[in-house]
Structure formats: structure tokens, C-alpha cells
T-cell receptor, first 114, second 117 residues
Framework: DTEVTQTPKHLVMGMTNKKSLKCEQH?????MYWYKQKAKKPPELMFV???????INESVPSRFSPECPNSSLLNLHLHALQPEDSALYLC?????????????FGPGTRLTVL | AQKVTQAQTEISVVEKEDVTLDCVYE???????LFWYKQPPSGELVFLIR??????QNEISGRYSWNFQKSTSSFNFTITASQVVDSAVYFC??????????????FGKGTMLLVSP
């Protein structure tokens, strides 16, 4: 089973709200990723957690705050977002196999910031 | 730096036609990995295939086939007898060998495939 789940599927929030996106996998994967995808563009990497430690932060504004409570869960806390942050947010996970891996993606959360 | 080029922005075909999606990559690594993902309108990126740089064998999976040619730095994807359900955006991606337990993908810009009945 290669399932990554994400909640909620859709989220509408105002610029002063605080919300969280959740991602979960039960495949025993030890790396988890957050991507942002704007319409008609490829996904852009935001954060990588490896063995529950933040390994990559691609200069993401501090209004996005990732959290990895355990090896199966990944959260993205949102605060004071801007309308340009409206996008599809994708979570992925992967597991080392040899010297490579394959990232498996969740269905995404479509975020609209008003 | 790594780069993936998908020159075809959008392709429209009629059901049952064969279609090939092109992918050209650039990397200085001698060991690397190539991927294809499918993204239907629902949004989820679905993994289709991974190929490492030392394995140039073509692969076939049902109506899907992949042609990897190191000499031309290409990893093309062919759908035989296309169906409406094949309508999606297809991304080609490249990664280098992992370090620290994770990988980073360089994506192409994607090719939107529209299959009409």
C-alpha cells in the first residue's frame, strides 16, 4: 500500500486565520515532504523532514511552519497568509531503497486565502 | 545543476490514438534517477515509473511504455491506444542519489494530455 493521506481536501481561510494542514502515512517511510503547486506549474519543494528532523527549508516565509510530531505525521501550520499563498499543497513520503527512493504523494489540500 | 525539459505544453488526441510525451534532462551526475508522474484533475501526483541511469532497458506496463536513451538524455513516455482516463498532466522528474535519507526532485514543467472521445 502506497497511501499518503491529507486533510482537509479544501480549505478557505482569511488572512488573519490560523489553520493547519495534516499529512499521514503508514508505510514506514522516514522522509516526508511539503510541496506547493500553483496552477499550471510543477510542484515546488517547501520542506523536507528526514527521520523527523527538518532537513530542508527552501526559504519559505515564516507564515508557514512545519511540524513532524512522529514518523507518520507531518503538519503544516498556517498563519497570516496572503492571497498569493493560494495553491495546492502536496505532501509526499519516501523510503530509502539502495541509494535512491521514490516519493509518493497525497491527494493534496486546495487552499484559498481570501 | 539539473534540468528537465518537457517541450510539449499540451497535446490533444482522440481516443485510441498513440501518443508520446517527450522528456529531455541535463545532469552532471553519472548516477541519477528518472521518474514519470501523472496528475489527473483531482490533483494527486501518481507515481508511474522510476528508472536509474544504469538501466537503459525499455519498459512496458500495459498500455504504457518508456524509452530511456542516455545518448540523447531522453526518457520518453508512450501511451498506446489512449483513453479518456489518460487525460492528465504528466511530469517527468530527475533526482540524484540520496543523501541523509531523502531525495530532491527536479520537475519538468509538465505536459497536459487531453484525450477526447
Amino acid at each position: 500500500d502506497t497511501e499518503v493521506t491529507q486533510t482537509p481536501k479544501h480549505l478557505v481561510m482569511g488572512m488573519t486565520n490560523k489553520k493547519s494542514l495534516k499529512c499521514e502515512q503508514h508505510m514506514g517511510h522516514r522522509a516526508m515532504y511539503w510541496y506547493k503547486q500553483k496552477a499550471k506549474k510543477p510542484p515546488e519543494l517547501m520542506f523536507v523532514y528526514s527521520y523527523e528532523k527538518l532537513s530542508i527549508n527552501e526559504s519559505v516565509p515564516s507564515r508557514f511552519s512545519p511540524e513532524c510530531p512522529n514518523s507518520s505525521l507531518l503538519n503544516l501550520h498556517l498563519h497570516a497568509l496572503q492571497p498569493e499563498d493560494s495553491a495546492l499543497y502536496l505532501c509526499a513520503s519516501s523510503h530509502k531503497a539502495g541509494d535512491s527512493d521514490t516519493q509518493y504523494f497525497g491527494p493534496g489540500t486546495r487552499l484559498t486565502v481570501l | 545543476a539539473q534540468k528537465v525539459t518537457q517541450a510539449q505544453t499540451e497535446i490533444s488526441v482522440v481516443e485510441k490514438e498513440d501518443v508520446t510525451l517527450d522528456c529531455v534532462y541535463e545532469t552532471r551526475d553519472t548516477t541519477y534517477y528518472l521518474f514519470w508522474y501523472k496528475q489527473p484533475p483531482s490533483g494527486e501526483l501518481v507515481f508511474l515509473i522510476r528508472r536509474n541511469s544504469f538501466d537503459e532497458q525499455n519498459e512496458i506496463s500495459g498500455r504504457y511504455s518508456w524509452n530511456f536513451q542516455k545518448s540523447t538524455s531522453s526518457f520518453n513516455f508512450t501511451i498506446t491506444a489512449s483513453q479518456v482516463v489518460d487525460s492528465a498532466v504528466y511530469f517527468c522528474a530527475l533526482s540524484e542519489p540520496m543523501n541523509s535519507g531523502y531525495s530532491t526532485l527536479t520537475f519538468g514543467k509538465g505536459t497536459m494530455l487531453l484525450v477526447s472521445p
